[in-house]
């Protein structure tokens, strides 16, 4: 290892070059990082920083030493310390961790899509942990990261008492269609639909959680009804051809549609970290419900985090409490992973492969599990986080939920699992493979 005061001497008599590329993308897109006109054998510390819409300090950071061509390769050179380590080309962005000192419990989420990730590449001499903010970098790259490619048209939606926001992919058309429904966090949640329109599909990020305290949730079946026909009905879709695209409790309700709906029929079906079992006798404003009777199988760990994966367990046997999957007659993928803390995924999701094989239709249904990934399986090379505040709905309850995962094992679901998804929904709603289009910025 380099003494400091050679270091030092050392870094004053060179200028390294920093290359990230490319600098403009979209947040799913690899990039491409290396140092060149380094002294050989030359401890490095490559650094990304991100200030959140939250105003708060995101980082991550890798421990390299240049190669005898004084060069540091991020897909080909292995991070030796940080927080991440081994062979990662995206781990500045993956391995992201608020700063020391900040607010517990975040979780970083992109808002408002109109405008991108911002984040600071830099490389600082030495094997460097803490105090970047008091050190000078020797070089930095500032680079953007868009959910929403050129030409996608966002479009707020409220019409028929539906509220919810369409993105519309560039291009004459006409696209397939997808009504996204994320969990019961409720609001209305923009970044995977903008990212599913710049893959060319015209997708509708639907509110039906309120997140006010004095609207209701729109929490019965005929809303998702109206809502699948906004999309289904745009001059822009091809009107067979919409999926339903679950998450949590979109899962649910996912699931509950693709088997008990008479209004409309879904291509196909997504579903990430859900579940079949609800009472189905009841509107789903009755699941929330049925959900906190149980409450007292709520478990805390020892950081006062909430662990909520035994509330449906185990899973029922009466047909009554969860949906009858032999009647679903579209495929289906489900994406799991084993260390979900908050839904018992697994046990759901072996519990689904019983009944569709029972039922003679168990070739509908596509199954990935991820050991070590949690619940919160988002856009590959999101932050992963273990942890995070959470505002229950409708009590409007402010709590740490624990998601589970860990940070190598849930990145790795969260890439492998975006392709499996893209994948799917080109082979099941594209006529034909050559009509998809190819997203780039």
């Not at 020797?138 to 479009?155: F, K, M, S």
Request: charged share 20%; hydrophobic share 40%; net charge neutral.
């Amino acid at each position: 290892m380099f003494p400091k005061e050679l270091l030092s001497s050392t870094m004053a008599a060179i200028s390294p070059l920093l290359s990230v590329k490319p600098t403009r993308g979209l947040v799913d897109e690899k990039i491409q990082i290396i140092v060149r006109n380094l002294p050989a054998r030359f401890p490095v510390t490559l650094h990304s920083l991100y200030l959140s819409e939250d105003k708060d300090y995101w980082e991550a950071f890798g421990h390299y030493t240049s190669d005898n061509r004084g060069t540091v390769t991020v897909s080909e050179h292995a991070s030796v310390g940080g927080t991440y380590e081994g062979t990662e080309p995206m781990g500045l962005l993956w391995s992201m961790q608020p700063v020391p000192g900040s607010r517990t419990g975040l979780r970083l989420r992109k808002m408002n899509v109109l405008t991108p990730m911002v984040v600071h590449i830099s490389v600082f001499s030495g094997h460097v942990t803490e105090g970047f903010s008091k050190q000078s970098p020797l070089a930095t790259v500032v680079i953007e990261r868009w959910y929403l490619a050129p030409g996608v048209r966002r479009i707020d939606i409220k019409e028929d008492g539906i509220t919810g926001t369409l993105f519309l992919p560039s291009g004459p058309g006409p696209f397939p269609g997808v009504l996204d429904l994320w969990g019961g966090g409720g609001g209305l949640v923009e970044y995977r639909s903008a990212l599913l329109a710049s893959h060319g599909f015209v997708s509708m990020a639907l509110e039906y959680f309120s997140t006010e305290k004095n609207r209701a949730s729109n929490l019965h079946i005929k809303y998702f009804e109206k809502a699948f026909r906004i999309v289904q009905e745009h001059p822009l879709v091809m009107k067979d051809n919409v999926a339903l695209f679950g998450l949590s409790l979109g899962t649910s309700i996912t699931l509950h549609m693709a088997a008990y709906s008479k209004a409309v029929s879904p291509r196909c079906c997504v579903c990430v970290s859900g579940s079949h079992v609800q009472p189905i006798n009841s509107p789903f404003k009755d699941v929330s419900e049925k959900f906190q009777e149980n409450g007292s199988k709520i478990r805390v760990d020892e950081d006062g985090c909430l662990i909520w994966k035994d509330i449906i367990l185990p899973i029922p046997t009466d047909p009554g409490l969860k949906v009858d999957m032999g009647r679903i007659k579209c495929p289906v993928i489900l994406i799991v992973g084993e260390d979900d803390q908050s839904w018992a995924t697994v046990e759901s999701a072996e519990d689904m492969t019983q009944m569709m094989r029972a039922a003679g239709n168990e070739h509908l249904l596509t199954t990935f599990r991820y050991p070590g990934a949690g619940h919160l399986i988002e856009p590959p090379y999101t932050p992963h986080v273990r942890a995070s505040n959470f505002i229950v709905q409708p009590i409007r309850q402010k709590v740490t939920m624990l998601w589970g995962g860990y940070p190598k094992p849930h990145a790795s679901a969260q890439e492998d699992s975006w392709e499996e998804i893209l994948r799917f929904l080109q082979q099941h709603l594209y006529p034909s493979q050559d009509s998809v289009p190819k997203a780039k910025l």
